[in-house]
């Protein structure tokens, strides 16, 4: 294929394909999750006052003013009896996550959503609001001015919204009350669990700990988890880990080609393959053929040998009577694109060969549609 070519092809198809490169090392910290290491929920409910005339309306959300008299009454307010119809007060949904081994008094940001009526959260402020956990049990304590996420406006015809201005976040707005105990030194056998489970992955990473510790430490239990024997180890095991995450390892992927249909965007992985067909899009028409040749020694050649060749060919018809036709089995999937691209073949026509091709048994990947 010519560089003009193949600027062509890269020209047309920028921002809408994209091969996988399935060589591509990576370290293991990013393929795997390293048990108990990982993300706690939290949720509270709160209010966010302060706002300018955009917060719940009493009538449909009762629950705010009994959380703002719970509130000012705690504060030493009496408002019994009082009738009182605030416009500047939101109740909100509140949520963060915990990382793992965070200490008390650390900071986390949060998350503030509107759960009733109101149009708003700009220039409001959530007020202190404890976060639980699964367990029930208050691990941060969140409170702060709260960063709208949007915008609205309106007049007496018209009403523009950009963005959802009813929710918003605050950097740094948690602090940390409780901590999570958890100790490495206490566990006899660690786990590590694959993301994208796989045998030959899962092979590979065994290998690879048990190569760099000099001694058999790592074991498959499935193809998604690794067990790691702690007790075993040269070192301690905050050690061990810091250098277990770091080992590179080539992982394998399945054959697979994702699908955007909203945007027209197709990702393709290195090992898709097809096999016979023949499809007609249109009038345009591609054919792809592979003839493969022996290439033998010379005569009385005592070290040559008997090799096979390829030989592809890849030939062009706009004529609305020829299909597109592959004639030898396994050929590329990148053969097939570079002779639609050359012909013009946008990412949606694209898509609906793949389809098509999928449909028909003859391409052998996982078709993932969005």
């Given at each position: 294929?010519?560089?003009?070519?193949?600027?062509?092809?890269?020209?047309?198809?920028?921002?809408?394909?994209?091969?996988?490169?399935?060589?591509?090392?990576?370290?293991?910290?990013?393929?795997?999750?390293?048990e108990?290491?990982?993300?706690?929920d939290?949720?509270?409910?709160?209010?966010?006052?302060?706002?300018?005339?955009?917060?719940?309306?009493?009538?449909n959300?009762?629950?705010?003013?009994?959380?703002?008299?719970?509130?000012?009454?705690?504060?030493?307010?009496?408002?019994?009896?009082?009738?009182?119809?605030?416009?500047?007060?939101?109740?909100?949904?509140?949520?963060?996550?915990?990382?793992?081994?965070?200490?008390?008094?650390?900071?986390?940001?949060?998350?503030?959503?509107?759960?009733?009526?109101?149009?708003?959260?700009?220039?409001?402020?959530?007020?202190?609001?404890?976060?639980?956990?699964?367990?029930?049990?208050?691990?941060?304590?969140?409170?702060?001015?709260?960063?709208?996420?949007?915008?609205?406006?309106?007049?007496?015809?018209?009403?523009?919204?950009?963005?959802?201005?009813?929710?918003?976040?605050?950097p740094?707005?948690?602090?940390?009350e409780?901590?999570?105990?958890?100790?490495?030194?206490?566990?006899?056998?660690?786990?590590?669990?694959?993301?994208?489970?796989d045998?030959?992955?899962?092979?590979?990473?065994?290998?690879a700990?048990?190569?760099?510790?000099?001694?058999?430490?790592?074991?498959?239990?499935?193809?998604?988890?690794?067990?790691?024997?702690?007790?075993?180890?040269?070192?301690?095991?905050?050690?061990?880990?810091?250098?277990?995450?770091?080992?590179?390892?080539?992982?394998?992927?399945?054959?697979?080609?994702?699908?955007?249909?909203?945007?027209?965007?197709?990702?393709?992985?290195?090992?898709?393959?097809?096999?016979?067909?023949?499809?007609?899009?249109?009038?345009?028409?591609?054919?792809?053929?592979?003839?493969?040749?022996?290439?033998?020694?010379?005569?009385?050649?005592?070290?040559?040998?008997?090799?096979?060749?390829?030989?592809?060919?890849?030939?062009?018809?706009?004529?609305?009577?020829?299909?597109?036709?592959?004639?030898?089995?396994?050929?590329?999937?990148?053969?097939?694109?570079?002779?639609?691209?050359?012909?013009?073949?946008?990412?949606?026509?694209?898509?609906?060969?793949?389809?098509?091709?999928?449909?028909?048994?003859?391409?052998?990947?996982?078709?993932?549609?969005?």
């Open positions: 294929m010519t560089n003009t070519l193949k600027i062509f092809l890269s020209a047309l198809f920028a921002g809408f394909v994209f091969c996988a490169d399935a060589s591509a090392e990576v370290r293991l910290k990013d393929i795997v999750n390293i108990g290491v990982r993300d706690n939290l949720v509270g409910y709160g209010l966010v006052v302060g706002l300018d005339g955009t917060g719940d309306g009493v009538r959300s009762p629950y705010t003013e009994e959380a703002l008299s719970s509130l000012l009454e705690r504060l030493g307010v009496n408002v019994q009896g009082e009738d009182f119809r605030p416009k500047n007060v939101a109740a909100v949904v509140v949520t963060a996550k915990l990382p793992p081994f965070a200490r008390a008094g650390s900071q986390i940001d949060v998350t503030v959503s509107a759960i009733g009526d109101a149009s708003n959260l700009l220039g409001g402020t959530l007020i202190m609001t404890p976060l639980h956990a699964g367990d029930g049990q208050i691990y941060a304590v969140a409170q702060g001015p709260v960063l709208a996420s949007g915008f609205s406006a309106e007049g007496e015809a018209a009403s523009v919204t950009f963005g959802a201005p009813t929710s918003g976040s605050i740094q707005g948690a602090h940390v409780r901590e999570i105990k958890f100790s490495f030194e206490d566990m006899e056998t660690l786990q590590l669990a694959l993301r994208s489970p045998f030959t992955t899962a092979t590979r990473i065994e290998a700990i048990n190569r760099a510790f000099g001694q058999p430490i790592a074991k498959i239990l499935d193809p998604g988890t690794i067990e790691l024997a702690m007790s075993g180890a040269p070192m301690s095991p905050v050690h061990m880990i810091g250098r277990i995450e770091n080992i590179s390892i080539t992982p394998e992927q399945k054959a697979r080609i994702v699908i955007d249909q909203k945007s027209g965007t197709v990702v393709l992985g290195a090992d898709v393959k097809i096999s016979k067909f023949a499809v007609t899009q249109g009038n345009l028409t591609i054919t792809v053929r592979e003839t493969p040749y022996v290439s033998q020694p010379n005569p009385f050649s005592r070290k040559g040998e008997t090799i096979v060749l390829p030989d592809t060919t890849i030939t062009v018809d706009q004529s609305p009577e020829r299909r597109i036709g592959i004639v030898d089995d396994n050929v590329s999937l990148s053969d097939l694109i570079e002779g639609l691209n050359a012909l013009g073949v946008g990412p949606r026509e694209l898509i609906d060969i793949l389809k098509s091709v999928k449909a028909a048994g003859a391409l052998h990947a996982e078709l993932v549609l969005m």
